[in-house]
């Protein structure tokens, strides 16, 4: 078990660890579709931060990276296939972290913050534009802010 979850409930740890996988598919389905770039593109940035995490949130990013791909599968299947409904339901999940991320750590909560919102700049990134670039559409930059999550740096 990660050091700063110690104390937190066990549905606590579910929100956090789902995080990533709730960020990439608001972000991805911004725009109503969640395409093979985008699901693509969550994948191997997930992979990537296990390694390349900020130093704090590696381990945090090997447990989540272990069932990643099958979460963010699913949950695309569970969640509404309409936009609105499915980001009403995502917002409210990453609304949770607000009581949480309170719980742990500072310096982890601010590390995780900032790593949820470099996720979800490089999944909107990841379709369309010239080679990529000028490549976020305007539904994702409405939500690339993650401003349903309070900035635990402000608190």
Do not use: C, W
């Amino acid at each position: 078990m990660i050091q700063e979850f110690e104390n937190l409930r066990d549905d606590e740890v579910q929100v956090l660890l789902n995080a990533p996988i709730h960020v990439a598919i608001l972000i991805a389905g911004a725009d109503g579709n969640i395409d093979k770039t985008e699901r693509r593109e969550a994948v191997e940035v997930a992979h990537s931060k296990q390694g390349r995490a900020r130093e704090q949130l590696v381990e945090y990013y090997k447990l989540v990276g272990q069932s990643f791909e099958e979460k963010f599968n699913r949950m695309i299947d569970e969640l509404p296939g309409d936009a609105d409904e499915r980001n009403k339901v995502i917002t409210s999940e990453l609304r949770k972290l607000n009581f949480i991320l309170p719980k742990v750590d500072k310096n982890f909560s601010v590390k995780l913050y900032a790593s949820l919102k470099d996720l979800a700049k490089k999944i909107a990134e990841a379709s369309g534009g010239i080679l990529g670039y000028l490549s976020v559409s305007y539904e994702e930059s409405k939500l690339i802010e993650l401003r349903m999550i309070n900035d635990p740096e402000k608190k």
